[in-house]
């Protein structure tokens, strides 16, 4: 059985940093794109960035700049470093492994 366990969210101020990490069970990891996504009340759950198996990466443009996604293969765990947060980066971050497994969430809110 397949689980990501998310962690690392929080309160920030703007300006801040935080890491999220995802860490995945049940699964081969390297071989899979991994993905960080978000999702703000009312809206819908966008990409914030991707990262392959061979380490090739993507992001959103709003966070390009200020995020850097990364993986660690032998730990099963994919990274989300997160800097110049913004209060419009305020949202439920998902982790997600290939094309449809989601972990369960976890809250990062920007603000003073």
């Known amino acids: 059985q397949v689980q990501l366990v998310e962690s690392g969210g929080g309160l920030v101020q703007p300006g801040g940093s935080l890491r999220l990490s995802c860490t995945a069970s049940?699964?081969?990891?390297?071989?899979?794109?991994m993905g960080w996504y978000r999702q703000a009340p009312g809206k819908q759950r966008d990409s914030v960035a991707t990262?392959?198996?061979?380490?090739?990466?993507d992001y959103a443009d709003s966070v390009k700049g200020r995020f850097t996604i990364s993986r660690d293969n032998p730990k099963k765990t994919v990274y989300l470093q997160m800097n110049s947060l913004k209060p419009e980066d305020t949202a439920v971050y998902y982790c997600?492994?290939?094309?449809?497994?989601w972990g369960q969430g976890t809250q990062v809110t920007v603000s003073s």
């Open positions: 990262i392959t198996g061979n380490g090739t990466t």
């Open positions: 049940g699964t081969i990891f390297s071989i899979w794109t």
């Open positions: 997600k492994l290939g094309a449809s497994r």
